[in-house]
């Protein structure tokens, strides 16, 4: 009977589970159909040392959320083929192999081996990079680079639905593109474990709640917003490893419920320093250059470009259905020891090397939606950091 009891409600959980799954950064993965495993043995993590004054900083960046999807085509504008790859929402790290290897495919489908790419993030670098490999020779022409770009203020997981388009959008076409770009993109990260500085690797996420199926507050009927598409469960579940569930008791989070699931984490300042090594290795360029309008574009002296500008394509090439998603993290001190993230109360923290982040991540895709204000908020802030130190036992 008890089984038969906590079978039922991990299935509960795993249902629940999948209505926060396109949040990034929030430790939960869109499940399989595969079944859930009940651990009963005890876990034992080190101590994490939340606290409002270890907060070094917090940063808001806006994700390039389009309803319809990233836009990876080529267009004419004058003399110039420009390839866009642009609009990735709260996916841009998680899907940019991928995406960059159609762009570039594109790209280099002109003949041209001089070829440029104007953005300095996760699509610029891998667009570069691919390029590279491709036999181009590239220049990457930028307003900023790294840290001082929006990839630099991502959570660091890989998500790669996370706000990636309006499930009305989602077609069998596009999810095909989707598809190939997730698993290529998973399959490069494979290649980028184990280095110097773990620009990439893997962590264990738990999922904490203090109700059995408390993973989401169901949508309400009247809540007539189209959907964000989910399409890890459907697509790629095969890529995502099974959860894990403790029973109250067994872990030092006391009567609460966890659920482990494994993910894969960027320690970013390593890996977008790894990028720009690698690039410049190859004997890439880097120029800082903003550009106002896309006829200034004509300037350079390369006929083929990449238009690898994030957020920035709505400015320059007056593309309106870029829409802000604003998100905020308070980073704290690293805390080599603390390798496991969590999720608490629409809190999530990533164990970054380079930071630990908290972030307030709401009830639903919809929090920050259309919101491009970049002030902190130090509030939040705290609040985000001290609801996972709720969750520790008082010292
Ligand atoms: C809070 C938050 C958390 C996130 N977490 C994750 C996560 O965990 N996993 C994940 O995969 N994604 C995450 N994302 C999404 C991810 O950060 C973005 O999808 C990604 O950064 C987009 O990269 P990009 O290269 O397209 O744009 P950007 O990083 O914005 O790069 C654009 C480049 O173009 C340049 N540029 C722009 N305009 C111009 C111009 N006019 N002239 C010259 N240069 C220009 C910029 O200087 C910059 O170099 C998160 C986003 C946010 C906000």
């Not at 998100?327 to 390798?339: F, H, K, M, N, W």
């Not at 491009?372 to 609040?383: C, I, K, M, V, Y």
């Amino acid at each position: 009977m008890q089984g038969q009891l906590d079978r039922r409600r991990l299935l509960a959980g795993a249902g629940a589970a999948l209505l926060v799954a396109a949040v990034e950064g929030c430790g939960v993965q869109a499940l399989g159909a595969r079944p859930q495993s009940l651990r009963k043995s005890s876990l034992k993590l080190a101590r994490l040392r939340a606290t409002t004054d270890r907060i070094t900083q917090i940063t808001v960046c806006t994700r390039p959320f389009r309803a319809q999807g990233p836009r990876v085509e080529a267009e004419q504008i004058g003399q110039k083929t420009i390839v866009h790859n642009y609009g990735h929402g709260g996916s841009g790290w998680s899907l940019s192999w991928g995406s960059s290897a159609i762009a570039v495919q594109k790209a280099m489908a002109v003949g041209e081996r001089e070829v440029a790419v104007i953005g300095c993030g996760a699509m610029g670098l891998t667009s570069a990079l691919l390029l590279q490999r491709a036999g181009a020779r590239v220049t990457i022409y930028a307003k900023d680079l790294p840290p001082n770009v929006r990839s630099s203020l991502a959570s660091g997981l890989w998500t790669p639905d996370s706000r990636i388009c309006f499930e009305e959008h989602a077609t069998p076409q596009f999810k095909q593109m989707w598809e190939n770009m997730a698993r290529q993109s998973f399959r490069t990260y494979q290649n980028l474990l184990g280095l110097p500085g773990n620009p990439v690797e893997f962590i264990d996420n738990y999922f904490v709640s203090d109700e059995p199926n408390d993973a989401s507050r169901p949508r309400l009927a009247a809540d007539t917003r189209p959907r964000f598409a989910e399409l890890q469960r459907e697509l790629i579940a095969d890529l995502i490893p099974r959860s894990e569930e403790f029973v109250p008791g067994s872990h030092e989070f006391g009567a609460r419920y966890l659920r482990r699931n494994t993910m894969m984490m960027f320690n970013i300042t390593a890996y977008a320093h790894l990028l720009i090594s690698d690039f410049l290795a190859a004997g890439g360029k880097i120029e800082i250059a903003e550009f106002h309008a896309p006829g200034e574009l004509a300037k350079l002296r390369e006929k083929v470009l990449i238009n690898a500008t994030g957020f920035g394509a709505r400015a320059l090439f007056g593309d309106e259905s870029v829409i802000p998603v604003r998100g905020q993290l308070a980073r704290t001190i690293p805390e080599p020891d603390v390798g496991y993230g969590l999720f608490y109360k629409r809190v999530s923290f990533v164990p970054r090397r380079d930071g630990l982040v908290f972030q307030v991540v709401g009830d639903d895709d919809y929090y920050g939606f259309d919101d491009d204000s970049t002030a902190p908020n130090r509030a939040e802030a705290e609040l985000a950091v001290n609801t996972i130190a709720g969750l520790y036992p008082a010292a």
